[in-house]
């Protein structure tokens, strides 16, 4: 066998791909890239650094990998390219059905969104035209040391979801070192490229599955990054500025005495005289939408300043700093600037988390005339502070593994690394049952209204209705907050952050853009987290974090081109050995039972009061035997165990994974699962589980919590009842309530579902996969 290489097999593997990188100078502060206007100076203008050594050579460089080969890789292979024609596809038949019925009744995609249906129809959106959305985002490398960095990618919106947030279709674009203070200068390498093919009409692709060649227009609907980088991307001001709504809705912000941060409060601070913001109240139902005209007038009159004194002038009142760099690809960026630059959800939990606990703590910045004693909602202090991160500890063991990493202690943890996903479990899954009697019961009402609305909102299918419902629950919240908290005080106007107005746009931008889970950053955090994985040369991060990128720009394109060769880790998973496929996408999964067992009396009771239902009688001859099976593979992508099985670990090394969701007949339950197994049934051979039901809820709690706390008890034998297992429907979390509530609580446990995952309607509608060893 012939050996190569591995510089030749580098060599090799470009010119297969197509895919290469381009090397750009760059300042060795990280200031600019020589790009642009920046393009013949031989020093930062910024810190009048060289950019060349001695020798004549740059003393810094990055990396930009082409946009264009990448896309062409993608329609090299027939089920690839037959895969990057959904968007159109979907879109044709939604705006069919919403010129049928007027209004779509679900949002599960991009694609449903209201200006992404207008652009295709007015035709700004063509058939073969590239769909890309442009995601950036700082990391550190190392969490001890100073690593900062930026990277920048491309997600592709023709192909199906399912798909869309692979590795392999995720599309590396630059890698940064340091902080740039420039941003645009280090973007223009990948925009000109784009703009370079879009202005020789497009990009030439061969598509294999219809055997034809094209010209695509790479065209941008969606720049995605944190509250800190988007006015990067849209050139407005930053959120402390008086127009800091990233949406441009107009809505002015106050300002204390003497201070220069606007706060977006909606009600006016009493004895209130400022000049300029001084405004009356502002209606909180009265939600103001992107103006895409308002920006291009006030940009124009930004643009048309004399002098450094106007511009400082006219850049605080129209909230505007400087043209976007997007604006250099119009007509390429349909929904245009600043319309392109939607809220972020995942960073909006974050910055809700800390202004709600450090609320809730104490924690949070105080003026000289406000006294800590009037601050009745600071509980979590002292002893009650660590008796709660208690609480969220004890959780762990009852939270499954597929609802991802679990909070940690916050007592312990809170300032040393908590994680989004951490935050996003903490407050919105566990909370309302371990704040329930902790805090003070007119603030947990008010926090169980932005529960409720940012569990709605979080999932990545919804329906009008609910939407409208998380609407009226989040303009509740926003109310109730700035009376709770910020009570008209100027004093407290820092308390209404610009996380609290984002709240107030939530809702109509998922009619505008689709669910907000569909573009997030939790995609950038994920394709940050695939490529550090890889780091190997701790030397020089930043170069072998250029490299890792550009192979698996490489690989990505070779995987698409021969998906036999499964280069990326996210190959199509095989059936786990020993498993029966059922309908609807749901599977039975090992372990299963060596011998058949006897029922016990009980569960003989729960399979004939099933049979019944059924209209079948029980064989009076049948021994009652059967084999149990562990696992039962959900269609979400969950796996539901068993109490067989689990039982049999130790507590303290258990992520309980029984407790589940059913739909019974169109009634709300929740159960253990004991185990599962097959039976013939008239002749036909039924996949069931035996499960015991939980009692129903607390309906004063549940009231209360705005629906998000079923708080229950666990029945045990007197709950025994079968179930067919379509009835199963999620996996979810049952933990204990707050050890500081009564002793009438300590066997009730409360429901957390996973956000993200379609949520139980707990009552609205009344309110208006590895193997397991045998």
């Avoid at 499964?566 to 749901?586: C, E, Q, R, V």
Wanted: hydrophobic share 40%; proline share 5%.
């Amino acid at each position: 066998m012939r050996r190569y290489p591995y510089k030749n097999v580098k060599r090799r593997i470009a010119r297969v791909s197509g895919v290469y990188a381009i090397e750009t100078d760059m300042c060795p502060k990280s200031c600019i890239a020589f790009t642009g206007p920046f393009a013949d100076l031989d020093q930062c203008p910024n810190c009048d650094t060289a950019r060349y050594n001695t020798r004549g050579k740059a003393v810094q460089t990055f990396d930009t990998i082409l946009l264009g080969p990448q896309i062409q890789a993608l329609r090299r292979h027939p089920d690839r390219a037959r895969a990057m024609r959904y968007f159109m596809e979907r879109v044709r038949a939604l705006l069919a059905l919403r010129q049928q019925d007027g209004k779509l009744s679900e949002f599960d995609d991009i694609v449903c969104g209201d200006a992404i249906l207008d652009a295709v129809r007015d035709e700004k959106i063509g058939d073969d035209d590239t769909i890309l959305v442009m995601s950036m985002d700082g990391a550190q490398l190392y969490r001890n040391k100073t690593s900062d960095c930026w990277i920048v990618m491309w997600g592709l919106l023709n192909v199906d979801p399912k798909y869309r947030y692979k590795q392999r279709w995720l599309i590396p674009a630059t890698f940064i070192r340091g902080k740039p203070k420039h941003v645009d200068s280090f973007l223009y390498p990948s925009l000109h490229h784009i703009a370079a093919i879009n202005n020789a009409g497009g990009l030439h692709v061969y598509d294999a599955s219809r055997r034809l060649t094209y010209q695509s227009i790479l065209r941008i609907l969606l720049a995605l990054a944190d509250g800190v980088a988007a006015v990067l991307f849209s050139g407005l001001v930053p959120h402390h500025g008086k127009f800091g709504c990233r949406l441009y809705c107009g809505t002015p912000g106050r300002h204390k005495p003497g201070g220069s941060h606007y706060y977006p409060a909606l009600l006016k601070p009493d004895n209130y005289v400022m000049a300029g913001c001084d405004h009356a109240d502002i209606d909180v139902t009265s939600v103001p939408k992107l103006n895409q005209t308002l920006y291009k007038e006030r940009l124009a009159w930004l643009c048309a300043s004399e002098n450094a004194t106007t511009f400082e002038y006219r850049r605080r009142e129209s909230g505007i700093t400087k043209p976007s760099i997007l604006r250099g690809l119009e007509p390429w960026t349909p929904l245009g600037v600043p319309g392109m630059c939607p809220g972020d959800a995942m960073h909006e939990i974050l910055n809700l988390a800390d202004l709600f606990i450090g609320l809730l703590r104490g924690t949070i910045d105080r003026g000289a005339s406000d006294s800590l004693d009037s601050w009745d909602w600071v509980v979590l202090t002292g002893e009650v502070w660590e008796k709660h991160g208690a609480d969220v500890s004890a959780c762990l063991r009852f939270i499954p593994s597929c609802h991802g990493r679990a909070p940690r202690n916050p007592a312990e943890k809170i300032n040393s690394g908590y994680k989004a996903w951490e935050h996003l479990l903490y407050l919105f899954e566990l909370g309302p049952g371990l704040f329930l009697g902790v805090i003070p019961m007119e603030y947990y009402r008010t926090y169980c209204k932005l529960v409720a609305g940012v569990r709605i909102l979080y999932q990545k299918c919804i329906s009008r209705k609910h939407i409208e419902r998380a609407q009226k629950l989040l303009l509740e919240f926003i109310d109730d907050f700035e009376r709770l908290f910020y009570q008209r005080r100027t004093d407290r106007l820092h308390f209404v952050r610009q996380s609290i107005h984002n709240l107030w746009h939530w809702a109509p931008e998922t009619f505008r853009l689709g669910p907000s889970a569909c573009y997030s950053q939790w995609t950038m955090e994920r394709f940050i987290g695939l490529t550090t994985a890889y780091l190997r040369q701790h030397s020089t991060p930043y170069e072998n974090l250029s490299r890792i990128g550009l192979e698996r720009a490489q690989l990505n394109a070779l995987d698409i081109m021969v998906p036999n060769l499964h280069l990326t880790a996210d190959a199509i998973p095989h059936a786990p050995h020993g498993s029966i496929a059922l309908s609807d996408n749901y599977r039975l999964l090992r372990a299963l039972e060596r011998h058949s067992r006897a029922m016990t009396e009980r569960e003989f009771d729960a399979l004939r009061a099933y049979l019944m239902t059924q209209d079948v009688d029980m064989p009076n001859d049948w021994d009652r035997k059967i084999q149990r099976w562990s696992r039962l593979y959900l269609p979400n992508g969950q796996v539901a165990r068993s109490e067989w099985k689990e039982a049999l670990r130790a507590p303290e090394k258990l992520r309980r994974a029984r407790d589940v969701k059913l739909d019974l007949n169109g009634t709300l339950e929740f159960a253990e699962v004991r185990y599962y197994f097959e039976l013939d049934v008239a002749g036909q051979d039924k996949a069931l589980a035996m499960v015991c039901l939980c009692t129903r809820p607390d309906q004063e709690l549940l009231e209360l919590s705005s629906h998000t706390l079923w708080s229950c008890q666990h029945q045990g034998d007197d709950g025994l009842r079968v179930v067919e297992y379509n009835t199963i429907r999620a996996v979810v979390a049952m933990p204990h309530h707050s050890s500081m509530l009564p002793d009438a609580f300590r066997d009730h446990v409360f429901v957390a579902e996973m956000p993200g995952l379609e949520i139980a309607e707990m009552g609205w509608e009344e309110d208006d996969i590895e193997d397991e060893e045998d």
